[in-house]
Each structure stands twice: as structure tokens, then as C-alpha cells.
């Protein structure tokens, strides 16, 4: 098992799959992008099949989340996804999407054997939409939201980032919005991970005063039906459900004492926490010919030097060099 010396488990694996996007989500990256990972460095679709096999079949690890950058863009992730659901014990499988193309994908991608689509959509106004991710793509999300209803990927989970005079007003509108289309919402609070260092404690919109924007609509009551064990969202019945929404308190409201996750980014690294300043490089080991139990052993030694939380409260923490889109969301 990935145990850390804290005693945390880790069962949920995030992979990847590219560091490239086609958008430009303010929170996330500048509008001229970045400098992208190299092809060469990239893992194949080979080398990631390979590396969550030996996460699901001797590493504990039940849950994989395909995320990016934005993994729509890797034309092999049907296949990806497919190999993934094939093996034993049969993980559960999901996917993190901006939506672009997903009108397309969501049957394919239900075919193959994906359970779960997160969608981001930060706004259901198209100006807003091009001004914060700078691309006119507004109706493809929408419209990859409803394909992945319609393919049974049910129910759709939607992220949004409210940001202060940007976004912040819409926290009502886009609960409605998702209400009635039988989505589930979440909110997470923006974190410093984007790429210009640009987030500011002082700015970022927290945890509380979402709950205030939509208690002044709705009335709220925890969710108590399941328990919330590690997951990042605290949820709550809207109007005394069924319809649901999660808060996720990333920086205000930190759950990492609870924390199941561990991390491979495109170019093949182990990171054991999103903060992390540390990377364990199983890409290389593995094209120097490392055998499967060589790479579980750098894996497990990796998750054992998982630091108790991410410490963004604390005086010197830094912000890691790797942008989110880089290290996968
Ligand atoms: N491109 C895909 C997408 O946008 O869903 C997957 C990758 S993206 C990095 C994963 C999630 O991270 C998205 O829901 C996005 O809104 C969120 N995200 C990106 N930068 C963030 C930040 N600085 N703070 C909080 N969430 C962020
Ligand atoms: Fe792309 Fe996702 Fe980052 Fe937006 S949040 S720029 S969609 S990787």
C-alpha cells in the first residue's frame, strides 16, 4: 500500500495525461500559454498503461483520474480509459475536462468504461467565458456537458473558480443552472497554482463567502447522507435536496489530514501532493529499464515522504515551480 508516515492511504491516482491546453483559464495560465513539455517527454500511452497497472495491481490503488492540462486533447484516451477499466481489481475511472470536444468523446469515452466526467465552467455568460479563459469556446463546454449526460455519465460533476469581480456574482446563477440540468456543482477555491504567481490570499474568493452568496438564495443543510471520508468537497442539500453542491475549501478549509491522492504528471513524476516541491522520476527510471517492483519501490518511497499538509498558511511556504496545468488538476 502507498502509506505515508502519517498513516495516510493513497488509493486515488491523478494522471496527466498532457500538459497542454485550448484554453487559458486566468486562474491557471497567461493568454500566450506556456512553454509545453517536449513529445519526447511525455509518457506514451504505453508507459502511462503501464505505470497505473502496477498502482492498481500492487499498489492499492482504486480510484484513476485522468486530468491535464486537458486530457480531451490526447487522441488516444478512449484506448487509454479502455485499458484502464480492464484491469483487475477493476478501478474506478474518471475524467477532469474543460469540455471542449466532449460532445464528441462522451460516448466513446462511456463505452470504454468511464464512470465520471468533471466539467469546469466558470460562467454561463459567453463574454465572461471568453475574457477569463480567452477562447470563444463557451457553447462547445455546454454542449460537452449535456453529451456526457446523454452518454449515462451521470451526474455530470461541474467545477467552477469564482474569482472577485469577475465571476463571484454568478455562484447563484450557475447552482441554478445546474440544478435544473441535474448536474452537480462545485466550487473550489482558487489556489496558488497558476503559472504568473499571480494569486493573492487577499483576493481569492473563500469558502465562507460562497456559502453567504448562496445562502442568500438557498438554504443550505449539510449532507450527511454518505460519509465524507477524504473526499475534498464538504456537500450540502439545496432547499432540502435532492439537488446537491459541494464547497471545495482547498486553502480556507484544508482537508489534507483526510488526504488519499497521489499524483503522475505527463512527463511521467510522482508528485505526492499538489504542493509538493519534491518529484520522484519514474519516466526515466522506467526507459533506463527499471522492472515493475523497481518502480513500485521509487512509487512507495515517494508517498512515504508525503508532508503533513500543504502549508500555504505557513511563512515559507512556496509555491511550486510547476504550474497546476503541468502537474494535473
Ligand atoms: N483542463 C481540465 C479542466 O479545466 O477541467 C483539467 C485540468 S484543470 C488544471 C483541473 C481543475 O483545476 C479545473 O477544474 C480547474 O478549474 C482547476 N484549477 C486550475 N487552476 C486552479 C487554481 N489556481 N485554483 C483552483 N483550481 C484551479
Ligand atoms: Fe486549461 Fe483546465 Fe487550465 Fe483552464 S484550468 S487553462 S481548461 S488546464
Redesign the pocket.
Known amino acids: 500500500m502507498l502509506r505515508d508516515s502519517f498513516g495516510r492511504v493513497a488509493t486515488d491516482l491523478r494522471v496527466?495525461l498532457t500538459d497542454k491546453?485550448n484554453?487559458r483559464?486566468s486562474?491557471?495560465?497567461p493568454p500566450e500559454g506556456l512553454d509545453w513539455l517536449p513529445n519526447s517527454q511525455l509518457l506514451t500511452a504505453d508507459e502511462i498503461v503501464r505505470l497505473v497497472t502496477i498502482g492498481v495491481e500492487r499498489l492499492g490503488i482504486r480510484e484513476v483520474r485522468y486530468?491535464?492540462?486537458?486530457?480531451l486533447l490526447r487522441r488516444e484516451l478512449p484506448d487509454i480509459v479502455a485499458r484502464t477499466t480492464a484491469l483487475t481489481p477493476r478501478p474506478q475511472v474518471s475524467l477532469?475536462?474543460?469540455?471542449i470536444g466532449l460532445a464528441r468523446l462522451a460516448a466513446p469515452l462511456a463505452a470504454a468504461g468511464l464512470g465520471r466526467v468533471?466539467?469546469?465552467l466558470?460562467t454561463l455568460d459567453r463574454d465572461t467565458f471568453k475574457k477569463l479563459a480567452h477562447r470563444d469556446r463557451f457553447t462547445d463546454v455546454i454542449a460537452g456537458m449535456a453529451a456526457a449526460h446523454d452518454a449515462g455519465l451521470r451526474p455530470v460533476k461541474v467545477?467552477?473558480?469564482l474569482m472577485r469581480d469577475v465571476n463571484q456574482h454568478e455562484a447563484v446563477p450557475l447552482l441554478r443552472y445546474c440544478l435544473q440540468q441535474g448536474y452537480e456543482l462545485r466550487f473550489?477555491?482558487?489556489?496558488?497554482?497558476?503559472a504568473q504567481h499571480g494569486?493573492s490570499r487577499d483576493t481569492m474568493v473563500t469558502a465562507d463567502e460562497i456559502l453567504d452568496l448562496l445562502s442568500a438564495a438557498f438554504t443550505l443543510t449539510p449532507d450527511e447522507s454518505e460519509d465524507r471520508g477524504s473526499a475534498p468537497a464538504e456537500r450540502f442539500l439545496v432547499d432540502g435536496g435532492p439537488g446537491r453542491v459541494g464547497v471545495i475549501g482547498?486553502v480556507t478549509r484544508p482537508f489534507c489530514g483526510a488526504c488519499d491522492r497521489v499524483r503522475l504528471t505527463a512527463d511521467g513524476q510522482i508528485r505526492n501532493c499538489l504542493f509538493a516541491t519534491e518529484e520522484s522520476d519514474l519516466k526515466s527510471a522506467m526507459r533506463a529499464g527499471a522492472t515493475d517492483d523497481d518502480l513500485a519501490q521509487r512509487w512507495l518511497a515517494a508517498v512515504a515522504r508525503k508532508r503533513p499538509g500543504h502549508g500555504i498558511d505557513d511563512p515559507s511556504f512556496l509555491q511550486p515551480a510547476r504550474?497546476?496545468?503541468a502537474?494535473?488538476?
Do not use: K, R
Open positions: 496527466s491546453c484554453l483559464c486562474y491557471c495560465m486530468t491535464g492540462g486537458e486530457p477532469t475536462t474543460n469540455g468533471n466539467v469546469s466558470d467545477n467552477a473558480v473550489i477555491e482558487q489556489m496558488p497554482l497558476d494569486w482547498s504550474p497546476m496545468s502537474i494535473g488538476g
